[in-house]
Structure formats: C-alpha cells, structure tokens
C-alpha cells in the first residue's frame, strides 16, 4: 500500500509540466473580464484567479483598471480569497478600452505583476 502511494507520488511529479517546475509562482488562470475579451454588459468588477494561493498582508495585492484616458475606474480596494483577488469598478463605465494592472504576492512570496486589456463593446 506503502509503495503504491510512493509510485503514485512519482508519477504526478513526472507529468507536472516542466515550464510549473522551473517557476513556482502564481501565474494568472482565470480572469473576468477575459485578457483581450470584448464585453457588452458593464463589468460590475475585475476578479483574478490565480493557480495558488495569495499571500496578503496589508496592500500586498493590488488590482488597478483605468479607462484610455488613464482615469482610474476601480475603487481602492483589492479584496483576496485564496487563490482569487478582485477588486470592484464604479458605475456608468463609458465604451472603450480599459486596462487591468496587477501586482500580488504569490504563495512562495514572490511579487507576479502584469497588466491586460479588455474592451467594453468597443475600441478606444
Ligand atoms: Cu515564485
């Protein structure tokens, strides 16, 4: 029974993909809007999922969205559930493009940031 766990334990770390070996962190898995998704109803906010858990400690994570003006359209506030960071927007967004930034804490402690665009019903 023993060494049947022992095999199983080696068989999952061969079939990890090399590229989740080399960098542990967290990378982005799931974000709502999409990266690069065109949307037709106003986004109410921007949730990030992310393959492990966050660490979060004070303002360690922080989810940013401004319009092509550059005009923050988020409120301040990042909340963090595990592996999920999300952070609400104002009301009455007006069409375009608008830019998600990120910068959280993963659970190995390291700082993953990035940014993407998203676009509501049209270009900008
Ligand atoms: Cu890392």
């Given at each position: 029974?023993?060494?049947?766990?022992?095999?199983?334990?080696?068989?999952?770390?061969f079939?990890?993909?090399?590229?989740?070996?080399?960098?542990?962190?967290?990378?982005?898995?799931?974000?709502?809007?999409?990266?690069?998704?065109v949307?037709?109803?106003?986004?109410?906010?921007?949730?990030?999922?992310?393959?492990?858990?966050?660490?979060?400690?004070?303002?360690?994570?922080?989810?940013?969205?401004?319009?092509?003006?550059?005009?923050?359209?988020?409120?301040?506030?990042?909340?963090?559930?595990g592996?999920?960071?999300?952070?609400?927007?104002?009301?009455?967004?007006?069409y375009?493009?608008?830019?998600?930034?990120?910068?959280?804490?993963?659970?190995?402690?390291?700082?993953?940031?990035?940014?993407?665009?998203?676009?509501?019903?049209?270009?900008?």
């Open positions: 029974m023993k060494r049947m766990l022992v095999a199983l334990l080696l068989i999952t770390t079939v990890a993909p090399p590229e989740q070996q080399a960098s542990a962190h967290a990378s982005l898995a799931i974000a709502t809007p999409g990266v690069g998704k949307i037709h109803m106003s986004p109410k906010n921007v949730r990030l999922t992310f393959d492990e858990n966050l660490i979060s400690l004070g303002k360690s994570n922080q989810i940013k969205v401004t319009n092509s003006k550059g005009k923050q359209v988020s409120l301040p506030t990042t909340t963090v559930r592996a999920t960071a999300s952070v609400k927007l104002i009301t009455g967004l007006e375009g493009t608008y830019v998600v930034t990120y910068r959280v804490v993963s659970a190995d402690g390291h700082i993953v940031s990035s940014k993407y665009k998203f676009y509501y019903r049209k270009k900008s």
